[in-house]
Structure formats: structure tokens, C-alpha cells
């Protein structure tokens, strides 16, 4: 017999910004999610940065986990 899970289990392909605001809004709501990025870089990307945020920003930290630190605290210095 085969069934069909409760809620889908996502696979979120590039551990960018898109993917990993992806899986932070996927947590806030409780769905299962892994990302995989094939990059062995863990600092610096070439792609992505166009993205600008700046016009969402609202929407944007509305998005994120409550257990996510405080916005003005987070910077790429401190990865």
C-alpha cells in the first residue's frame, strides 16, 4: 500500500539567498526542507548578487522564524 505523507518534504536546489530565505520561511511553517548547493565555497558566491531586497524588506522580515536574531544584528562578517 503505498501512502502519501502528511506534508511534502521540499529539496531546495542552491544555498543562496533565495534557498536559504526559502528554507527559513519553509522552518517557520514546519515543513521538512534540505538544501543542497554544489559550490564548496562557504563565504563568497559570484551569483547572486543583483538581488535586491531593499523593496520587500516589510514582507521580507515578516517572513523569517521568530528565533531569528534581530536584522540590524546579522552581517557577512560574521558568517
Known amino acids: 500500500m503505498n501512502t502519501a505523507p502528511s506534508s511534502p518534504h ?3 536546489v542552491g544555498a543562496g539567498i533565495g534557498g536559504l530565505v526559502l528554507g527559513q520561511v519553509l522552518r517557520k511553517h514546519g515543513v521538512s526542507f534540505e538544501i543542497f548547493e554544489r ?3 562557504r563565504y563568497a558566491r559570484p551569483e547572486g548578487w543583483a538581488v535586491a531586497l531593499h523593496a520587500i524588506l516589510p514582507e521580507f ?3 523569517m522564524p521568530d528565533d531569528m536574531p534581530p536584522h540590524n544584528e546579522l552581517t557577512h562578517l560574521h558568517p
Open 39 to 41: 559550490s564548496e565555497s
Open 61 to 63: 522580515f515578516a517572513a
Open 10 to 12: 521540499v529539496l531546495i
